[in-house]
């Protein structure tokens, strides 16, 4: 993980606190980087995560699913034949 520090110098102690700091407020994440800029007594921290990989969930003849590939044959030809809409349909108006 890369700590920048603009605008001042951080001894290794405080740097490691605000990392300590920012990684127990969301210990869910990973944290990739971490920029810290000093104003005197003051230091505005931006940091940044590792992006996390989520499902699409949506509804499909009344379920809410992420993928279809669980269902079985009946409700793939009815997911299949199911009238769709796009976004094309508001353009012609």
Known sequence: MKVNVIGGTLSEEEKNT?????????????LTAIDI???GDYADIKYYYEPQNFERIR?????????LDNWNN???AEEHDRVKHGVSFMEQI
């Not at 509804?59 to 993928?67: D, N, Q």
């Open 18 to 30: 605000y990392v300590r700091y920012i990684t127990d407020k969301h210990p869910d994440k990973k």
């Open 37 to 39: 800029t000093v104003d």
């Open 59 to 67: 509804r499909i003849t009344g379920y809410l699913v992420g993928t």
């Open 74 to 76: 009946g409700k793939r």
